[in-house]
């Protein structure tokens, strides 16, 4: 048996014709950018995440590059930021000049652990992302009081946790605004980038709306410098049949991370994934972790079953980041989870019997 790491093919069919009825609109529509689509999606998925304001962007880094530019923050400023996530929001930060402080997580969730937050706030501190990581909210009730405390913004990474919760809120609720991507692999995934910023503030949502497009609302009238960042109609499209089967599909995302905890505990050697008080999560990765890391990984690749590591080098150790002179031990956590993590296949179409096969082969190899 075979087992991808990931499959689109059973998401893929069961929206095929509509996706070729959209893309033949699309070719007759004679509008290709910030049309009836994109206002349709940005409605649609605002709705889907609690919120009234959603503008559609062209990539998740820029979302989080224009959430930043939103809120004023610039050259000099500090941002909080985990110490275990993908360099995405690292480079954002560092894409407005502004400098990435990061904060170790909780090592069971492998989310931004907010115990440990108010130590790294300095008088030059602007805000804090929380990234809801593998599919996790973040203990964002938490975070919220230490940012209202310390009077600082706060910008949900909300790339990976489409549909996730904590306290019965939507994950992208609840920052002051907030960013996501629909790269294809997301639980919400486009055929190519896309991405939006979502808000409570409709400031905030003029501000991002009109950064993403050059700096201007009225066409040739610039009133800030922008950039190009405009989620296009095709992709909208796309997007707006997927919403409609995201909770189904997270439902059986979930259903396999059930399976696997349960084939898969009591293995020694294994730590598995846990959930926190109040949250949940929607399982965009499965992520094991153990010393034996990488034997196993080669073992389950040589009984044809794929995995990936997400993320091998953390962001503090990455070349990109040579100048803010972190070295290995400065944040043991992030290094430790990286040193250990392996991500299982997990999607929808995965079948019970490859859940099955995967876990024997894990237990087997211990």
């Not at 590059?65 to 993908?86: C, R």
């Amino acid at each position: 048996m075979r087992v991808p790491f990931l499959s689109f093919e059973q998401m893929n069919t069961e929206i095929s014709d509509e996706l070729k009825s959209i893309f033949e609109h699309f070719i007759h529509s004679g509008w290709y950018i910030l049309g009836e689509r994109v206002k349709e999606f940005e409605k649609n998925y605002s709705s889907f995440t609690q919120v009234p304001f959603c503008c559609g962007v062209a990539n998740g880094l820029d979302a989080l590059i224009i959430a930043l530019k939103a809120l004023n923050i610039e050259q000099g400023d500090e941002v909080i930021v985990p110490s275990n996530t993908y360099i995405a929001t690292w480079l954002a930060v560092s894409a407005v000049g502004a400098i990435p402080v990061p904060v170790e997580p909780n090592v069971e969730t492998y989310n931004i652990n907010p115990v440990l937050i108010k130590e790294r706030i300095s008088s030059r501190t602007k805000a804090i992302i929380p990234v809801h990581l593998y599919g996790q909210c973040c203990e964002m009730d938490a975070i919220l009081k230490i940012a209202h405390a310390h009077k600082l913004a706060v910008i949900e990474d909300n790339a990976q946790a489409h549909g996730a919760t904590h306290n019965g809120k939507p994950a992208g609720s609840f920052g002051d605004i907030n960013a996501t991507s629909f790269y294809p692999g997301k639980n919400l995934g486009a055929f190519g980038d896309a991405g939006a910023v979502t808000t409570n503030s409709i400031k905030l949502y003029e501000r991002a709306c009109i950064l993403r497009n050059y700096g201007s609302a009225v066409k040739y009238y610039n009133e800030i410098k922008g950039m190009n960042s405009r989620l296009d109609e095709l992709q909208a499209g796309f997007l707006n049949l997927k919403l409609q089967r995201l909770n189904e599909w997270n439902k059986q995302r979930k259903s396999i991370a059930v399976a696997y905890q349960n084939l898969l505990s009591g293995v020694d050697e294994l730590i598995l994934p846990k959930i926190a008080p109040g949250s949940d999560s929607v399982f965009h990765l499965y992520v094991i972790r153990t010393k034996r890391r990488d034997e196993l990984q080669q073992f389950l690749a040589n009984r044809g079953i794929g995995t990936l590591i997400h993320y091998p080098i953390p962001p503090h150790l990455q070349k990109a980041y040579t100048e803010l002179n972190y070295c290995r031990g400065d944040f043991p956590v992030a290094e430790e989870i990286a040193d250990t993590c392996l991500s299982l296949p997990v999607y929808p179409g995965l079948t019970p019997k490859e859940v099955e096969y995967v876990s024997q082969n894990i237990k087997a190899f211990f």
